[in-house]
């Protein structure tokens, strides 16, 4: 046990990125870890379960009220004959998105008590929606719908979700 410049060490902590990692992005990463273990009962149908598990994550990270979907989504049977649909709202998503991530933004603000101070900048993360693009189509043109069970098609619409969201990015 090293007391010696105590105090200067603690400054630094303080003033180092590491500092903050600790306490949002640990906090996020229980969150992770919790809403994962939430997938599971979302598979086995037992709502109460899921619900328990989403507030204690919420309870770690805000941002894991975006679990509460996960539910629906999941259970949801999206099938090729939706893509009529699908495609265009992707598309009004995609193009929107500014205007629809100001209205998502000052929505959840009012939830949160403006805690979240968001605004959407250009990453370049196209390389991402690409890629998720690639597994969406495949997943709707190559994989038969006839041997699909409840997880495959679960997990089609959350990745159908999922790119909807990168959209955002």
Known sequence: QDKRHSIIKLA???NMA????FFSGLRQSIAIA??????EYVKKRKLLSFIILVLIAIGFHHSA????????LYHFRLKKKHLIFLIPGMGVIYVLNKQIFGIMTSFFDGIFGGI????????????????????????FIVVDEKQCNEEIF???????????LQFFV
């Open 34 to 39: 919790i809403g994962t273990i939430s997938y």
């Open 116 to 139: 979240y101070d968001a605004e959407i900048t250009s990453t370049g993360a196209y390389s991402t929606l690409i890629l998720f693009g690639m597994f969406l189509v495949f997943s």
């Open 154 to 164: 679960g997990l089609r619409n959350i990745l159908v979700f999922a790119t909807m």
């Open 18 to 21: 590491t500092f903050i990692m």
């Open 65 to 72: 009220f975006i679990l509460i979907l996960l539910y629906p």
């Open 12 to 14: 630094l902590f303080i």
